[in-house]
């Protein structure tokens, strides 16, 4: 399968519950994106499946779009854009959706929007023989579905697919909450590994006194399945530490939709 970040366009889709627009090629979409739900089919709903109201001829029946489920029009009335689901406008949600979807939107407005303007970093690969360290800018590509490094000299990282990441850790730069006077040489120890689904929102950059000072990624190459590690560390003379934070926490979140939208397809 191609690598390329550049490939894939997009189309236009109407499914019952409303218009898509879609990557072209389902191997080219957002990795943060939640397959469309089957909808519970109308013969096996004769009460809303919230309040138990009895559909009739003037209690009408509505599908929530995320979870698929049948409801009266009370406990399904809330349109929220649900861009997770490519809906290109609002769409009719249960409660639970809605509440669900608003907190989730957050993300696509600002940690998303982090993740595609990028942050610097020091690069480096552990594991390799020469382990150069090189300021970057990471960012993510256009489709969601890769890191990319520009700006790195002369040995330029490809960019690393994010759906081939298998493990991703937090490193710290200790107790001092001043900041890391030199990050490159502190001790980076990690705070947890992914995956960690069940409680992600435990770990942010700034932990009390435990401050971030990087992102260490293992990734699997997709041709030779080889094991790849490299990591993004806060340098202490970058000018904007604090972008550099908010996109250690914005990839945070994203690997948990990432996992999240896994487990919705059934991966
Ligand atoms: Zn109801
Ligand atoms: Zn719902």
């Known amino acids: 399968m191609a690598t390329n970040p550049n490939q894939g366009g997009k189309k236009l889709v109407r499914s019952k519950s409303g218009l898509r627009m879609v990557a072209a ?5 957002s990795p943060f994106e939640l397959e469309e739900p089957p909808w519970v089919p109308d013969s096996e709903c004769s009460q809303c499946m919230s309040c138990k109201a009895k559909f009739d001829f003037v209690k009408r029946k509505h599908h929530c779009r995320r979870c698929g489920k049948c409801y009266c029009d009370k406990c399904c009335q ?4 649900l861009p997770r689901l490519c809906f290109l406008d609002p769409v009719r949600l249960c ?19 982090v993740l595609l303007h990028g942050a610097a970093f020091q ?12 300021p970057c800018l990471c960012k993510l590509s256009a489709d969601h579905r890769f890191l990319l490094f520009e700006n790195a ?5 490809s960019p690393v697919e ?3 990441v298998v493990a991703i850790q937090i490193l710290t730069a200790g107790e ?5 006077s030199s990050p490159l040489s502190s001790p980076c120890s990690p705070i947890a590994p992914f995956p960690v689904i069940s409680s992600p929102d435990n770990l942010s950059p700034t932990e009390g006194n435990i401050v971030a000072n990087g992102l260490s990624i293992k990734h699997k190459e997709r041709e030779s399945g080889e094991i790849r590690h490299l990591q993004l560390i806060i340098s202490a003379t970058t000018d904007n530490r604090r972008q550099s934070l908010a996109f250690v926490g914005a990839v945070q979140k994203g690997v948990k939709f990432m996992y999240e939208a896994k487990e919705s397809r059934g991966l």
Request: charged share 30%.
């Open 153 to 157: 000299g002369h040995a330029k990282h």
């Open 162 to 164: 994010l759906e081939q």
């Open 176 to 180: 001092d909450s001043q900041g890391p």
């Open 123 to 134: 690069l480096s690969c552990p594991d390799d023989m020469e382990n150069l360290s090189e």
């Open 95 to 113: 409660y639970d959706c809605a509440v669900i979807t608003q907190k989730e939107n957050e993300f696509y407005d600002k940690q998303l929007k």
């Open 25 to 29: 090629n389902s191997a080219f979409r």
């Open 78 to 81: 809330h349109k929220v854009a």
